[in-house]
C-alpha cells in the first residue's frame, strides 16, 4: 500500500509574522482498476483499503452484487516515474458465470475520471432498480443518537487529525455504535469504500443501518447507500435537490445539516423514534 500521507515544506503567515515549516498532507494518487486485466476504472484517491474501493465502485455500477461475484482481487505492483513500485493498480477477478462490464461502462469511466458521478452518461441511468427493498426496513432511530454520531465520526479520524484534507464515511447501528469508518479524499471513494468492506464481509443488505458523512448528501452518495441496502443517510451538510427527490423515491431516511443538536429531516421521518 502507497503513503496515506506526506510531508512538504510550506510557509506560514501569522499577523506580522512569517515561518517555514513542513506540513503533513494526506495523499492523493489514481488507482486503476482492471477486470480481468483489461482496464476499467482510473480514480483518484486516498492509498489504503483499495480492495474495498474497487469492490464499492464495481457494486454502485451494478458489476458486482456480492462477494460471491468476486473470485480473486490483487494489487499490482506497477512502477511509477520514479522507477518504484507504487501498488496503484487493482485487478478484479469475477467469478465463473458473473459477465464482464460493457464496453461503453469502460468509457465513461475513463470520460468522468474521479469526479461527482463515477461511471454513468445521464441522470437516467443513475436511476437504476436496486436490489434491496427500503421500505420495508423497520429500524427505529433515536434522535439523540443521531446527534452523537457527527463526534463519534469525527474522533474515529485518525488521517484528518494529521491532515485536515480528507472526507469520512461511517457505517453506525441503530445505537450509534461505529461499524466501520473509511477516510478518503473523495467523498465518493470514502462510501464505495465502507460499501465494499460490507461486501466483502458478505454483510449486504445493511438492514438497520446509517451511513454518516463528513459532507453534503449528494445525489451519488444516496444512491450509493439505497444500493447496498442501507435505510439512512445522515450528512453534517446539506442534500442536492436529486439526492433528496431520490431518497424520497427509494424510501430513504435523508438526514442533512447534523451538528449539534439541530438536524433536518428531509425524508422519512417516520423512521424517527419519538
Excluded at 434491496?132 to 469525527?154: I, K, S
Excluded at 444512491?223 to 447496498?228: N, R
Excluded at 442501507?230 to 439526492?243: D, G, K, N, Q
Amino acid at each position: 500500500m502507497g503513503r496515506v500521507t506526506v510531508r512538504r515544506p510550506v510557509l506560514r503567515l501569522r499577523g506580522d509574522g512569517r515561518t517555514g515549516r513542513p506540513d503533513t498532507l494526506a495523499v492523493e494518487e489514481p488507482l486503476e482498476i482492471r477486470i480481468g486485466g483489461e482496464a476499467l476504472s482510473v480514480t483518484m484517491r486516498t492509498p489504503g483499503d483499495d480492495f474495498d474501493l474497487a469492490a464499492g465502485l464495481l457494486h454502485a455500477e451494478g458489476v458486482i452484487g456480492a462477494a460471491a461475484d468476486l473470485a480473486a482481487m490483487r494489487v499490482c505492483a506497477d512502477t511509477g516515474e520514479s522507477g518504484r513500485p507504487t501498488y496503484n493498480v487493482v485487478d478484479v477477478t469475477l467469478a465463473p458465470g458473473v459477465p464482464a462490464p460493457d464496453p461503453s461502462l469502460t468509457r465513461a469511466f475513463y470520460t468522468t475520471s474521479a469526479c461527482g458521478v463515477c461511471g454513468t452518461t445521464s441522470i437516467d441511468a443513475l436511476r437504476k432498480r436496486a436490489r434491496f427493498e427500503l421500505t420495508t426496513d423497520a429500524v427505529r432511530l433515536a434522535p439523540a443518537v443521531l446527534r452523537g454520531l457527527p463526534d463519534t465520526l469525527r474522533q474515529a479520524q485518525r488521517v484528518f487529525d494529521r491532515t485536515g484534507g480528507l472526507h469520512a464515511a461511517g457505517l453506525f447501528d441503530e445505537e450509534g455504535a461505529l461499524l466501520a469508518l473509511r477516510e478518503d479524499v473523495g467523498r465518493h471513494n470514502a462510501v464505495d469504500k465502507v460499501v465494499g468492506w460490507a461486501l466483502r464481509e458478505g454483510l449486504l443488505p445493511l438492514t438497520g443501518r446509517v451511513l454518516m458523512v463528513s459532507g453534503r448528501a449528494s445525489f451519488e452518495l444516496v444512491q450509493k447507500a439505497v444500493l447496498a441496502g442501507i435505510p439512512a443517510l445522515a450528512a453534517v451538510s446539506a442534500p442536492s435537490s436529486l439526492a433528496v427527490d431520490l431518497a424520497a423515491e427509494s424510501g430513504l431516511t435523508l438526514i442533512g445539516f447534523l451538528r449539534g443538536d439541530s438536524m433536518n429531516v428531509y425524508t422519512g421521518e417516520d423512521r424517527l423514534a419519538g
